[in-house]
């Protein structure tokens, strides 16, 4: 029997192993792989957003260096703060990578701050690279999920439905008594079923990648693309972090700190999409007063020009008139 398989869809896995292949005695996990991966096609889908609109697309480059550095860090601190206990006993657990423990939005927060100081030094306006940079967030997010699904952990709930996923509890990263109760059993190996949410996302992702390039070519004022991956990702991350089991949780209220993150961040997009629409159309106005007032002042002083020129000519006619008569006095 398989460890992973998903058995309305007739498909199976057998033997997934976190880690992708051993050099000189270290494991590279698929978990790693993936997340390189899905950077390098994300950098490649920038610079080619950043040709698109007349930017520099090897400043995305160093941007991207230094993304990744803090990036990581943030997910991994985002991660330990909201799971002390798991570390208290054992603090330099905490710098132990390879056992898991990043957190998508403590990564995304150090890498916008690094934007906000690099593109400040730089000298580049924020909205219009976060513009070209959100989509190749949203990539390397759909590729980098499906880490999850061989390190066989982030899942759902228990579900029956088309696209339930049953892990070998043997295998699965963890189990809980709610998963447990539902157990099934096939070939002398026991189950639980479970939403995969990292597909979820990872589907979504790519979906929002679609719309992000597809509006970028025709965004009508900087920070559009921004507020469109604020309001798709926040809006698609509630919904599934409400299905997972091994959530974040609030201290005090217990309740999944992901999902106050994603309303806050899709709230936070609307409004944003609000706002710089608003000053978009205000510029827009003014830009257009202020060309049609140009437009006047040009036609204006056109018919001066065109009046001066016609009272020049009617001088020149009434000088030509009187030295005519006074030509005829003189032969009379």
Known sequence: MPDVWFPFLGIEFDHINRVAFTIFGIDIAWYGILIATGAFLALLLVRHLARHSGQDPDMYVDFTLYALLFGIAGARLYYVIFSLDSYKDNLLEVFNLRNGGLAIYGGVIAAVIVCVIFMKKRKQPFLKAMDTLVPGLALGQAIGRW????????????????????????????????????????????????????????????????????????????????????????????????????????????????????????????????????????????NKDYKAISVDETETEMSEAESTEADNDTTVEVDDEVTVSEETSSEL
Do not use: W
């Not at 709930?157 to 157990?183: C, I, K, W």
């Not at 939403?195 to 790519?206: A, D, G, I, R, V």
């Not at 025709?218 to 698609?236: E, T, V």
């Not at 999902?259 to 899709?266: D, P």
């Open 147 to 286: 880490g999850n699904f061989f390190n066989q952990e982030a899942f759902g709930s228990y579900t029956d439905g088309l696209f339930a996923m049953r892990l070998n509890v043997e295998t699965a990263a963890y189990t809980t008594p709610q998963l447990l109760a539902h157990a099934v059993t096939e070939g002398g190996k026991t189950y639980i079923q479970v939403h995969p949410t990292f597909l979820y996302e990872s589907f979504f992702c790519l979906c929002l990648v679609i719309i992000m390039v597809i509006f970028y070519k025709r965004k009508k004022f900087d920070g559009q693309i921004m507020c469109i991956y604020m309001m798709g990702y926040g809006c698609a991350r509630a919904f599934i972090e409400s299905l997972r089991t091994d959530q974040l949780l609030l201290p005090v209220l217990n309740f999944p700190v992901s999902i106050v993150v994603s309303c806050t961040l899709a709230i936070s997009g609307l409004v944003l999409f609000i706002l710089l629409s608003r000053n978009a159309k205000v510029k827009a106005l003014a």
